[in-house]
Each structure stands twice: as C-alpha cells, then as structure tokens.
C-alpha cells in the first residue's frame, strides 16, 4: 500500500508560479509511474501530467504543456509539479497519483484515471484574476 499526501497549493495571481510536491510512504514509489490530476470545481477529474519510473518519459496534456513541468526524485520518492505562467482556468484541486501496475523496464505513461490506484487527498490551487 501506498500513500500519497501531496503540499505547496494556494493562493496566486495570473502569471505567477507554484511548485506542488507529493510524498509517498509505506512502499517504495520506484517502479510506479506517478501522475498529477486536477479536479475544477463540476467538473470531472483530468489528467495533468505523468512521468514514467526513471523520469525518462513524460506525458501532459496540451492544456499545460510548455507551463508545468513534472519531476520526480526516487530517492525521496517524491514526485514534483512545477507550475508557471499560471492562469485563472488552471484553479483546481490537485491529485497525485501513483500507477496501479508496476512499469520498471518500460516507458508507459498512463493519462487515464482508471490506471492510477493509488491517490492523494488534494491540493487546492487556486489563481486569481
């Protein structure tokens, strides 16, 4: 079992920056992939950005691409979302979270929510205009 709890949400204005992070404990991270998801207020769950065990491989959607940056640490087994040029439509509660299958030897990036098992209890995001 894995948990997830994730900090650095809060308050900033349009065009400014935040770097979330999210440790994990009770198993090693190390050969799960580890995702960022956001959730807005009605509106479904989205995948943000993943990033594969060796932090070779990376996925994100268009929505922040050239904006977040996704990163990881293993010896820490911690998984980073640095946030830049942030935007009003970008205010949501943020996940992460961490593969239901191990994918050491490959790289697999996930980006459907089904394919994650393990989650943080979010962090709220919120960027004001």
């Known amino acids: 079992q894995i948990q997830l709890v994730e900090s650095g949400g809060g308050l900033v204005q349009t065009g400014g920056s935040l770097k979330l992070s999210c440790s994990g404990s009770?198993?090693?991270?190390?050969?799960?992939?580890l995702g960022w998801f956001r959730q807005a207020a009605g509106k479904e769950r989205e995948f943000v950005s993943g990033?594969?065990?060796?932090?070779?491989?990376?996925e994100s959607a268009n929505a922040v691409q050239d904006r977040f940056t996704i990163s990881r640490d293993n010896a820490k087994n911690t998984v980073y979302l640095e946030m830049n040029s942030l935007k009003p439509e970008d205010t949501a509660v943020y996940y992460c979270?961490?593969?239901?299958?191990?994918?050491?030897?490959?790289?697999?990036?996930?980006?459907?929510?089904?394919?994650?098992?393990?989650w943080g209890q979010g962090t709220q995001v919120t960027v004001s205009s």
């Open positions: 979270a961490a593969s239901a299958n191990s994918y050491a030897g490959n790289y697999y990036v996930p980006r459907t929510r089904a394919e994650y098992r393990y």
């Open positions: 009770g198993l090693s991270v190390y050969n799960y992939v």
């Open positions: 990033i594969n065990w060796t932090g070779e491989r990376i």
